[in-house]
């Protein structure tokens, strides 16, 4: 009986250890609940995967060190008919440079992109409106930053069936970025009145997540990969790029 004691002792120990942290963090008294946090079926090396896609989706339609460097995958976990790991639906990043939209986040930048290729005419997929918004109910989103609250409410209303995180709200706090003091689980938690459920995968590959928010307001912190520092602001700019303007002088 050694065996599924041990188990059991092992998740107690993991749900003090969430619990505890999440006291600490915040400030409502809102517990993340179980049926946010249920335990993940999913691999964690496809989750791995998939965050990695998230953030590379950043250098595929930006700059792999865009400022705000928020990217995003949309994935089909049901469909695993050509990769076990599930299939890609739809990626984004954030556009509020690029659209000069303030609301255009990488996470509603995502969601605008997916019903998009769900619904086009002549896309993979041929949607009407109504069968692509019942279809988010079947999609994960991966985004390499927590949701804000607008976003995360924004992935409550779509209906998705799963959103994974990288880096925390609270880290993008400590490295200097200003947010909106919500977590999450916060506004998932409060949102069970609507249809289905939304499970949450917080702090997945936070190690490279991390780094994509960690040098926007630390100078001494490197650059991601394929950027350095340049410019009067000595900010990251794309390694490639410098080099045209250079050329063009
Ligand atoms: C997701 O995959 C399932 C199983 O293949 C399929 O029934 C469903 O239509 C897919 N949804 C989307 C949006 O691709
Ligand atoms: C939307 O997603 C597709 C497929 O992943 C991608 O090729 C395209 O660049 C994305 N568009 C935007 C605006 O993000
Ligand atoms: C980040 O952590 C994961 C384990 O969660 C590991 O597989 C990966 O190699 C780490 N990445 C880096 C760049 O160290
Ligand atoms: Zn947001």
């Given at each position: 009986m050694?065996?599924?004691?041990?188990?059991?002792?092992?998740?107690?120990l993991a749900l003090?250890?969430?619990?505890?942290?999440?006291?600490?963090?915040?400030?409502?008294?809102?517990?993340?609940?179980?049926?946010?946090?249920?335990?993940?079926?999913?691999?964690?090396?496809?989750?791995?995967?998939?965050m990695r896609k998230a953030n590379a989706a950043l250098a595929e339609l930006a700059s792999p060190c865009p400022f705000g460097a928020f990217g995003s995958v949309v994935v089909n976990h049901t469909d695993t008919s050509s990769d076990p790991k599930g299939r890609l639906v739809c990626m984004?990043?954030?556009?509020?440079?690029?659209?000069?939209?303030?609301?255009?986040?990488?996470?509603?930048?995502?969601?605008?992109?997916?019903?998009e290729i769900l619904t086009a005419p002549d896309g993979d997929y041929r949607l009407s409106t109504s069968e692509a918004l019942k279809a988010?109910?079947?999609?994960?989103?991966?985004?390499?930053?927590?949701?804000?609250?607008?976003?995360?409410?924004?992935i409550r209303w779509s209906g998705f069936a799963e959103c994974i995180y990288g880096t925390s709200i609270e880290t993008l706090v400590d490295k200097g970025w200003g947010q909106i003091s919500i977590y999450s689980y916060e506004v998932f938690e409060e949102s069970t009145n609507l249809p289905g459920r939304t499970k949450l995968v917080p702090d997945v590959l936070a190690n490279e997540t991390?780094?994509?928010f960690s040098w926007q307001f630390d100078p001494q912190y490197s650059?991601?990969?394929?950027?350095?520092?340049?410019?009067?602001?000595?900010?990251?700019?794309?390694?490639?790029?410098?080099?045209?303007?250079?050329?063009?002088?």
């Open positions: 050694l065996y599924p004691l041990s188990i059991l002792s092992l998740l107690l003090i250890h969430l619990t505890h942290g999440h006291n600490q963090r915040h400030s409502h008294g809102l517990q993340p609940s179980q049926q946010i946090l249920s335990p993940d079926s999913i691999p964690y090396q496809t989750r791995v995967f998939w984004s990043v954030n556009q509020n440079m690029q659209k000069g939209n303030p609301t255009l986040h990488g996470e509603i930048s995502e969601i605008n992109n997916c019903s988010f109910s079947k999609l994960s989103l991966y985004t390499n930053a927590e949701p804000c609250p607008m976003c995360a409410s924004a991390d780094p994509f650059c991601p990969k394929g950027c350095v520092r340049t410019g009067e602001d000595k900010s990251c700019q794309e390694i490639e790029r410098r080099f045209d303007r250079e050329l063009r002088r």
